[in-house]
């Protein structure tokens, strides 16, 4: 299957500091990724919708200026946690859809943000 | 908006038995269900997918039914491995709206015992 890179895995920051999260498509185009915040042995919950050339559109709860989301070309999507606090520690996933491809999304790897 | 609702939370089977895991959706409009299957660790991973238009759908060990009246879907696994412990999650999408975004029930956490 196509194959969806998020980085970094794991990052570590201290309160109040801005935290950027890459979303890339490998090898196929994605006009739209998804970036999820899964807590542990809880489900994946979408935070927003992230199209390429436009702006994000956000899930209800979800304050788009606290989680800046940036989709700039068809094989990128960063997530930008800013003002970090502990509360925002938490495991990160994107999942992208080939823009050629019917239905599947594929999910990154995942990136787990600890705020200290 | 969509809502999603997975059940049970935990399941867990004898090696070589069946495992089922049941899904209800909310919004008539929702047209693609696709099950993922997480691994400790790991990244989601499609397992199977089910179209509105499709009642059933089998690979394998694992099917999917769907009930559009009723808006629920159901995983079947059947001859259950010790590979197949891992956390399983439905999710519900209207693929005809553009947006295709994936809203996911709760997850069920599956343990096949040897």
């Known amino acids: 299957g196509a194959v969806v890179s998020q980085h970094p895995s794991w990052v570590i920051c201290k309160s109040g500091t801005s935290v950027k999260i890459e979303c890339r498509s490998l090898?196929?185009?994605?006009?739209?990724m998804f970036w999820y915040r899964q807590f542990p042995k809880q489900s994946l919950m979408l935070m927003a919708t992230?199209?390429?050339?436009?702006?994000?559109?956000?899930e209800q709860g979800v304050e788009k200026d606290k989680f800046l989301i940036n989709h700039a070309s068809l094989t990128l999507s960063t997530l930008t946690v800013t003002s970090a606090h502990p509360e925002d520690s938490s495991f990160y996933i994107c999942?992208?859809?080939?823009?050629?491809?019917?239905?599947?999304?594929?999910f990154g790897q995942g990136t787990r943000l600890t705020v200290v | 908006g969509e809502n999603v609702e997975q059940h049970p939370s935990t399941l867990s089977v004898q090696e070589g038995d069946s495992a089922v895991i049941k899904c209800t959706y909310s919004?008539?409009?929702?047209?693609?269900f696709p099950w993922y299957k997480q691994e400790l660790g790991k990244r989601p991973q499609l397992i199977i997918d089910?179209?509105?238009?499709?009642g059933e759908k089998k690979d394998q060990r694992i099917a999917v039914t769907l009930n559009k009246t009723a808006k629920h879907f159901s995983l079947h696994i059947t001859e259950t491995q010790p590979e197949d412990s891992a956390v399983y999650f439905c999710?519900?999408?209207?693929?005809?709206?553009?947006?295709?975004?994936?809203?996911f029930g709760t997850g069920t956490r599956l343990k096949v015992l040897a």
């Open positions: 090898d196929f185009q994605a006009t739209t």
């Open positions: 089910i179209r509105s238009n499709v």
């Open positions: 999942s992208a859809r080939d823009q050629g491809a019917v239905t599947e999304a594929f």
């Open positions: 999710a519900a999408s209207k693929q005809s709206t553009g947006t295709y975004k994936y809203i």
């Open positions: 992230s199209n390429e050339g436009s702006k994000a559109t956000y």
């Open positions: 919004d008539s409009a929702s047209n693609y």
